[in-house]
């Protein structure tokens, strides 16, 4: 998506160890125009899907999620990274490897929310290694839900987790697909 890519090119930093930093737009500030453009584009490319919810992770992804969702006009279901003394009987629950923090969380869905034959959409903002979207494919396994496919703002798509996950069989658009990214060189998009 050309706006999206102008505008990682003006205001996205990149950081050390993969790190691409968007706080000024995406992560921390952001610009609720630039993602509802993206929400209509998701749509566009999933006009032809029936979808029964959205599915994302705490915290980054909720207020995407919630304006992509306003072009599906279907809810948002986040999963919560959880202490493990939350971890019931009541809730699904998968282990996510974060890759900007280094730890690994339990996140938890409530099994009041992801029923059986749900058709699921994934919202995220950034695909690195895949793991986000490997729990939450988990936590949809769990519940047989159907996951739809998935709908991610910046993929780092050198970082080969999209690519292992299409080959598994997931469906995943990604409205700005990097290809190389340094901080010498700066972005190049694929
Ligand atoms: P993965 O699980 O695919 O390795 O990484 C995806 C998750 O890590 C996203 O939910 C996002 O929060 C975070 N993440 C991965 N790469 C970046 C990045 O370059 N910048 C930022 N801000 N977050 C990232």
Redesign the pocket.
């Known amino acids: 998506m050309k706006m999206l890519e102008e505008r990682i090119l003006k205001d996205g930093i990149v950081a050390q160890g993969?790190?691409?930093?968007?706080s000024g737009f995406v992560?921390h500030l952001i610009d609720v125009e630039l993602m509802d453009e993206c929400g209509k584009e998701l749509r566009r490319l999933y006009a032809n899907e029936q979808i029964d919810k959205i599915l994302t992770?705490e915290a980054?992804?909720i207020g995407i999620a919630c304006l992509v969702a306003r072009h599906f006009g279907v809810p948002v279901l986040f999963a919560k990274k959880a202490r493990s003394s939350n971890i019931s009987n009541s809730v699904y629950t998968a282990k996510?490897?974060?890759?900007?923090h280094g730890n690994v969380s339990d996140i938890i869905v409530s099994k009041d929310y992801l029923n059986k034959g749900d058709r699921v959409l994934i919202i995220?903002?950034?695909?690195?290694?895949?793991?986000?979207?490997m729990g939450l494919r988990e936590l949809c396994r769990q519940a047989k839900a159907q996951i739809v496919g998935a709908g991610i703002i910046i993929e780092?798509e050198y970082?080969g987790?999209g690519n292992k996950l299409r080959a598994e069989g997931m469906r995943i658009e990604s409205l700005a697909k990097i290809k190389s990214m340094s901080v010498e060189e700066g972005i190049e998009f694929c």
């Open positions: 993969d790190v691409l930093k968007v992560n992770i980054s992804g996510v490897a974060s890759f900007t995220d903002d950034f695909l690195a290694n895949g793991c986000a979207l780092k970082q987790g």
